[in-house]
């Protein structure tokens, strides 16, 4: 199977299950990112998470410009990557 196509479907997947979430939470985002940082345990995943999203940053940021696109092309899918960790780089999947 193509890799733009079950990018796509998890894309349209994870983007749907995000929004359902985040609109019955009962606690902002960045609430619960406080809460989740608050407890070792919790703050070492967080951790990890965001040391792989830095990874795929750079990832993308040379693959984007391997692909000869600018930095402004990046930005959209690094902030969107910053936020909602795999939806940026599912989205950059499909755009390059």
Known sequence: MNIRVVSVVLLAVFAGF???TM???QQSLLSF???????PD????VMDL?????LA????????????????YWLPFAALTLVF???GRLCCINKT
């Open 57 to 72: 940053l750079v990832w993308m940021y040379k693959d984007i410009k391997a692909r000869g696109k600018t930095v402004k």
């Open 42 to 45: 919790t703050a070492q995943v």
């Open 23 to 25: 609109s019955i939470a």
């Open 18 to 20: 995000t929004a359902y």
């Open 85 to 87: 960790v795999s939806m």
């Open 33 to 39: 990112g406080y809460e989740l940082v608050s407890s």
């Open 50 to 54: 965001y040391i792989m999203v830095l």
